[in-house]
């Protein structure tokens, strides 16, 4: 089903009436939350164990084997590094992206608690919960308040003011996307706060002290200890884990990308969000997210972002039911004339190429209706 191409204007009590049945879905839904969710993630969690165990030990026999039997090293490193980029993706995603949310407090297991879960990647779960949760869950597509519009390096939406330093971005967007977990690990450092001269340097390095150590266990763990138990052949294991770092990099930009930097998502003003209502709220999450079409295993290996749209309307609801409401959330859209941006990824992810390579030079902002305080009046 197509995007619609035009959006109606609520009335007041339309709005809130729109956002009142997003509130009613959400109560129900969290209503019968329960044993099978417990279930699933459980679930899932053990199969980011058996896919790394798997992949790590087919990266030693890959490399230890190869040197009795030559034509085993090459398959075996291959399916070694694509099970072990599974588990890391998994891990990230659906476990600990979605963990970290608060999705399955209500659990009681301290290993899935969202206060104190960290994940296997350099960036640590304090400075995620910080950037992520709080203030681009808060200020969605927010100009100088949501810290994800362009990750201070590349200009995505013409609002943007360039600058000629962007006319690199489709190559600094190629580097972005292989080390996508060192981008998200110093987001929460304001780097360009210290260089621009705003920053004290003690600031600085206070903050990087926790960074810096989480940088370290996950360096010495991936590159270092799984390598060193393969003896003379570290090499073939360090380059296998690194190989699976870059795979699950590259994804997860894939896909945090297509979330949010389609031809359709907009970005708002800062007098935009002034005494927003909750209805208000809705609106601006619907207008500034995109979903991405597929099956199970598209939105298992996505952490179910495929539903952007459903996880910035219930981000404290499971997951893996975002399928079944996204059912409702549309039909909820379609009635109130709003459009329900998704695509498949070919689609969602050629937008957003675009986006990068268009914005890379100088671009006009699009046009604007006069605004209001408090309510979305973009074009």
Not at 71 to 78: D, E, F, S, V, Y
Not at 85 to 112: F, S, T
Not at 142 to 165: A, C, H, K, N, T
Request: net charge positive; charged share 20%; hydrophobic share 45%.
């Amino acid at each position: 089903m197509s995007n619609a191409t035009t959006t109606r204007r609520l009335g007041a009590q339309e709005l809130e009436a729109f956002g009142a049945e997003l509130d009613a879905l959400h109560t129900r839904t969290m209503a019968q939350v329960g044993k099978v969710d417990a279930d699933y993630i459980r679930k899932v969690v053990r199969a980011v164990r058996y896919l790394a165990v798997a992949g790590r030990g087919l990266l030693f026999v890959g490399a230890i084997g190869g040197a009795f039997v030559p034509w085993l090293l090459i398959p075996a490193w291959i399916l070694g590094v694509l099970l072990l980029g599974a588990a890391k993706i998994l891990e990230n995603m659906e476990v600990g992206h979605n963990v970290m949310h608060g999705q399955y407090d209500w659990m009681g297991d301290p290993d899935l608690d969202s206060n104190r879960y960290e994940w296997d990647i350099v960036a640590t779960g304090d400075n995620w919960r910080h950037s992520h949760n709080f203030r681009h869950h808060t200020y969605t597509n927010v100009r100088g308040m949501d810290d994800d519009i362009g990750y201070g390096l590349l200009r995505i939406f013409p609002e943007q003011r360039w600058r000629p330093f962007y006319l690199l971005q489709p190559f600094i967007a190629v580097v972005f996307a292989l080390y996508f977990q060192w981008g998200v690990a110093i987001q929460e450092l304001k780097l360009g706060r210290w260089f621009a001269g705003k920053m004290p340097r003690g600031k600085l390095r206070r903050d990087f002290a926790p960074v810096g150590r989480k940088m370290g266990r996950q360096l010495l763990k991936d590159y270092l200890v799984f390598p060193a138990l393969a003896g003379p052949f570290f090499l073939p294991v360090l380059l296998g884990n690194l190989a699976a770092n870059g795979i699950r990099n590259v994804w997860t930009y894939v896909v945090i990308f297509c979330g949010h930097f389609t031809a359709d998502a907009e970005t708002f003003p800062k007098e935009s969000i002034r005494n927003e209502s909750r209805g208000h709220w809705y609106m601006r999450q619907l207008r500034g997210s995109s979903n991405i079409r597929g099956g199970r295993l598209m939105h298992l290996m996505t952490g179910n972002l495929s539903h952007q749209i459903e996880h910035h309307f219930f981000p404290d609801v499971p997951a893996h039911r975002y399928a079944a409401m996204a059912v409702e959330v549309r039909e909820i859209c379609a009635r109130y004339g709003q459009p329900y941006n998704t695509g498949s990824l070919a689609k969602q992810f050629g937008e957003v190429m675009w986006r990068i390579v268009r914005h890379a030079f100088p671009s006009r902002p699009r046009r604007v209706a006069a605004r209001k305080p408090g309510r979305l009046q973009e074009a």
